[in-house]
Nanobody, 122 residues
Framework: QVQPVESGGGLVQKGGSLRLSCTAP????????VGWFRQAPGKEREFVAS????????YYADSVKGRFTIYRDNSKTTVDLQMNSLESEDTAVYYC???????????????WGQGTQVTVSG
């Protein structure tokens, strides 16, 4: 069982920015779509963004479009999430995962990492 490792979370003021990073062995992400999800207290885990295996296709939740950008560096086996103009509603634990089968978009998440906490104040 492989678990991706998320990092980069923290406390930021409203309107600020953070960049999250997700790493995993190359063989784990290779050929698969990778995505970010989040879970706020008392709420279900929700989709945030997804990127195809080749980095050519990106998908975003409506709530983050225009503010978040997902990046993929296959040479470093990392998938980053740049978050700008953060709002209090973005406060959550952020997780990354790959799709079990698809190289286009994450619809069936595989294993979850431990997540990284993002807290937006103000």
């Amino acid at each position: 069982q492989v678990q991706p490792v998320e990092s980069g979370g923290g406390l930021v003021q409203k309107g600020g920015s953070l960049r999250l990073s997700c790493t995993a062995p190359a063989y784990y992400f290779d050929s698969y779509a990778v995505g970010w999800f989040r879970q706020a207290p008392g709420k279900e885990r929700e989709f945030v963004a997804s990127i195809s295996w080749d980095g050519n296709n990106e998908y975003y939740a409506d709530s983050v479009k225009g503010r978040f950008t997902i990046y993929r560096d296959n040479s470093k086996t990392t998938v980053d999430l740049q978050m700008n103009s953060l709002e209090s509603e973005d406060t959550a634990v952020y997780y990354c995962t790959k799709d079990k089968d698809s190289g286009v978009v994450v619809r069936t998440p595989d294993y979850w990492g431990q997540g990284t906490q993002v807290t937006v104040s103000g």
